[in-house]
Antibody
């Protein structure tokens, strides 16, 4: 079955940057759009953005402005999320997601805590 | 950018019929549903309005059209207690989630 494993989370100070990774396996990574979704503690799911198969198209949640940047390395079957100028409101579990007319598979998630 | 879902919280007895409603922002979109149990990542549960994901019991069903969509459980079971999120695809923005419905067992 599809496997998505996020890494790179942890405690980060306000204003700093952080880059998350998602290692994909057990499917042909090159054939799928990929995305990121986050969930603040006790809250609902929030779509961050997505990237197409060859990285030529990236779309983001307009509510999140320019905080995030998504990239991928098809040779390494890895998806990335660059997060900049983090604030306490960015404290959340970040999920990597495979997209096939919406999300069809989720990673286990990685926690990011923004605090001084 | 959150789709309204109702109810936000509910409790059902074993064997009871359950219906959750989700309102899309536009018509002509795909509607999926995801189940999330406490402390775990979500799972795709229903896709393209009415198709059950692999392994989903057939007491679940999805329906709807236009801007109103429904997840129904024919007869509630203990294992169905979870939070359910609708998820609209292919509008603007491309993906939008619902506000969530927490379903508990009585």
């Amino acid at each position: 079955e599809v496997k998505l494993v996020e890494s790179g989370g942890g405690l980060v100070q306000p204003g700093r940057s952080l880059k998350l990774s998602c290692a994909a396996s057990r499917f042909n990574f090159n054939d799928y759009w990929m995305g990121w979704v986050r969930q603040a503690p006790g809250k609902g799911l929030e779509w961050i953005g997505e990237i197409n198969k060859d990285s030529s198209t990236k779309k983001y949640n307009p509510s999140l402005k320019d905080k995030f940047s998504i990239s991928r390395d098809n040779a390494q079957n890895t998806l990335y999320l660059q997060m900049n100028k983090l604030g306490s409101e960015d404290t959340a579990i970040y999920y990597c997601a495979r997209e096939e007319v919406g999300v069809d598979y989720w990673g286990q998630g990685v926690m990011v805590t923004v605090s001084s | 950018n959150v789709l309204p879902q109702s109810p936000s919280t509910m409790a059902a007895s074993p064997g009871e019929k359950v219906t959750i409603t989700c309102h899309a922002t536009s018509s002509g979109i795909y509607m999926n549903w995801h189940q999330q149990k406490s402390g775990t990542s979500p799972k795709l549960w229903i896709y393209d309005t009415s198709k059950l994901a692999s392994g989903v019991p057939d007491r679940f069903s999805g329906s709807g059209s236009g801007t109103s969509y429904f997840l129904t459980i024919n007869a509630m079971e203990t294992e169905d207690a979870a939070t359910y999120y609708c998820q609209q695809c292919c509008g603007t923005p491309p993906i939008t989630f619902g506000s969530g419905t927490k379903l508990e067992i009585k």
